[in-house]
């Protein structure tokens, strides 16, 4: 059986001879000659090639569609079109841009008209150049149907994005301009000029006519858009709320009896909502004051002390700055642990530092009495803040504890933190 | 702060009757309620007719046109010298808390609050003291920039060495008095340091306030 018709990859131009000799079961120079033959005889061949270029498929396209999805030409085309930007030549080992493409298909037409002429044919030339312009100007319009076809053909039109508008309205001038170039040739400009007012008219009229149609539908159009996304709005807000809060409000209601559960459900509750209500979607969470957050939920959740997280400035959350989160992670445990009650987590962050407090309001202790086996505060902390260059102290009194983590950012110069520290202590 | 003879008159606007009634419960002796408002409409009303010293604020109100609490203190300008407003929400997005303090609130809590400390806040509100949450401080610190070293022309553009203390410690969780004994200063000069940072805040015209609110699409 017959190979199918379609565009080879193993491809000099377009790949159209290379299939053809694979359909017709010839070798490929046979069929390139007498592609080449043809062409000399008034450009045959080079109609024949564009055509077939244009009707046949690529082997990755008919997989890609399937062969009963209607094709049309300027889809086919646009598609050539992309699929050249960056596909490497399989036997040349050349990339063939679309640039390239369109200078060859450029050169192999002037050739073309040339060997015509050297035959005795009579080619008007100056018909040559409208045509070439009708022909830019249509592939200009077209080619923008395959990239937004994905977006409907409703928006295909191509008039929603500024490089769509400025394609149709480049295309549409190049093919009407060549159009009147064309008929010049044969009329005076008076009767041109008269015949394009009466055009003008006539499509004025039959604007005049579809506008209601057109504005109606469009209109329609657009408010069956903005239903469907209120819809999927809505519907997305209330999987949130029933998966979130009516759960959380639940859990309340079973546990009504014990005050330290609702309190610790309600808080994280709060917190989730907040967080889904007010953060901003677009920045990452990549930041400093976000890991300090989601520690202090941990806290807020262990032990159901509430921690007032203050914010100012913002760091990107580097391994180093990590040490910062696992330290003040620590510290806050410690607080919630042996004070209790509320819990103030302050972050500053500066181009060259970044510092944290957290404070707790308990009974207060004597570092230095602190047993040396005990870990949390010499190690997860002090230690911790050593190792990675940074400081921490702690301040115990009646009134409560502050511990103050303070750690030199990477890309600054420690003598100007050092500084900074020595300043503000 | 001192504890007035006469108990300080509040009006209560808030748009959750629950909220409203557990409000009043919560305040002590010092306060007494004298009228209370759900929408925007009603609070200006109330606000004209009880004439309270202080007005205890919800920052997301019905009615109106809906600017919420900031409208219903812009309904209310010539009163702003006798009458003060305390702002209270849920809510401690940026866009909330700066927007009710420019309209001229003389400070910031969120509902969390207990019920000894919203009573000091309107003590010292009546009083003619600014209240600064942590929150509120942090969002200061922010908007003013952490550095006190860029040299601006206009005062109200930036904050000394000393506010910007004063602050800091209040962000961290410190009260007006434990500031005070950290810096070694009285509480009436915390008080002062805080009322100068809440003019500036409300007054300045600081290009990177300006730059802030844009970042965190508040304008």
């Known amino acids: 059986m017959r190979p199918p018709l379609l565009r080879s990859p193993e491809k000099v131009v377009a790949g159209v001879c290379a299939g053809l000799a694979a359909h017709l079961g010839m070798p490929v120079r046979t069929v390139r000659i007498l592609m080449m033959v043809l062409s000399a005889l008034a450009g045959a061949g080079v109609v024949l090639y564009g055509w077939l270029w244009i009707m046949v498929p690529t082997a990755e396209e008919e997989a890609a569609a399937g062969p009963q999805n209607p094709r049309s030409v300027a889809e086919n085309f646009a598609r050539y079109l992309q699929q050249g930007q960056g596909t490497a030549n399989g036997t040349g080992a050349s990339l063939l841009g679309t640039r390239e493409i369109l200078v060859g298909v450029g050169l192999l037409l002037a050739a073309g008209a040339m060997v015509a002429q050297a035959l005795g044919a009579q080619i008007n030339l100056q018909l040559l150049f409208p045509f070439a312009v009708i022909v830019a100007g249509a592939v200009l319009a077209w080619s923008q149907l395959d990239a937004s076809r994905k977006a409907g ?9 500024k490089m769509g508008l400025v394609r149709l309205v480049t295309g549409l001038v190049l093919v009407v301009s060549g159009f009147l170039l064309v008929i010049s040739g044969s009329f005076s400009w008076d009767v041109l000029l008269a015949a394009s ?93 976000d890991a300090l957050k989601s520690a202090a939920a941990e806290v807020e959740d262990a032990y159901g002390h509430p921690v007032d997280f203050v914010a100012v400035g913002t760091a990107e959350l580097t391994a180093q700055s990590s040490a910062l989160v696992q330290a003040a992670r620590a510290a806050l445990f410690n607080a919630a642990q042996h004070a209790g009650g509320q819990i103030s987590l302050y972050l500053e962050c500066s181009p060259e530092a970044a510092e944290v407090f957290v404070r707790d309001r308990g009974a207060g202790f004597d570092p230095d009495a602190v047993p040396q086996d005990r870990l949390g505060l010499r190690e997860s902390i002090i230690g911790r803040m050593q190792r990675h260059g940074g400081t921490a102290r702690v301040r115990s009194g009646a009134d409560g504890t502050e511990i103050h983590l303070a750690l030199p950012l990477a890309g600054a110069d420690a003598p100007a933190a050092q500084e900074r520290e020595a300043e503000n202590s | 702060m001192s504890i007035a003879a006469e108990p300080i008159t509040v009006v209560v ?204 699409r508040l304008l």
């Open chain 1, 153 to 161: 053909l409703v928006a295909g039109a191509g008039a929603d994005r």
């Open chain 1, 197 to 289: 007012l009466a055009s003008l008219a006539v499509l004025a009229g039959i604007a005049l006519v579809l506008a209601p149609w057109a504005v109606k539908s469009w209109r329609a159009f657009h408010a069956e858009r903005a239903g469907r996304i209120r819809q999927t709005e809505r519907a997305e807000i209330a999987a949130h709320l029933h998966d979130s809060v009516l759960q959380t409000l639940a859990l309340i209601q079973n546990r009504a009896g014990s005050e330290a559960d609702v309190i610790k459900l309600a808080r994280a509750q709060e917190r989730e909502l907040r967080q889904w209500l007010y953060a901003d979607p677009e920045k990452g969470t990549g930041t400093l004051a």
């Open chain 2, 13 to 216: 606007v808030d748009d959750h009757a629950i909220f409203r009634s557990g409000l009043k419960a919560d305040l002590d002796g010092r306060i007494r309620v004298l009228a209370e408002a759900a929408t925007v409409e009603t609070a200006v009303a109330a606000i004209r007719e009880a004439r309270p010293q202080v007005v205890l604020l919800d920052v997301h109100l019905p009615g109106g046109s809906g600017g919420g609490g900031a409208e219903v203190i812009a309904g209310c300008t010539d009163m702003l010298g006798t009458t003060r407003f305390l702002a209270l929400s849920v809510s401690d997005a940026a866009e909330d808390v700066v927007t009710v303090i420019r309209a001229g609130a003389r400070g910031y809590v969120t509902k969390t609050i207990s019920g000894a400390e919203i009573s000091d806040a309107v003590t010292r509100v009546a009083g003619g003291d600014a209240v600064f949450s942590p929150r509120l401080a942090g969002f200061v610190l922010d908007a003013f920039g952490a550095s006190t070293t860029v040299s601006v022309e206009d005062e109200l553009d930036r904050l000394s060495v000393r506010e910007r203390e004063v602050m800091r410690l209040i962000a961290r969780g410190y009260s007006y008095k434990e500031v005070a004994k950290e810096l070694f200063i009285s509480v009436k000069t915390v008080e002062t340091h805080v009322s100068a940072v809440l003019r500036k805040l409300q007054l300045s015209s600081r290009h990177e306030l300006t730059r802030w609110a844009a970042a965190r």
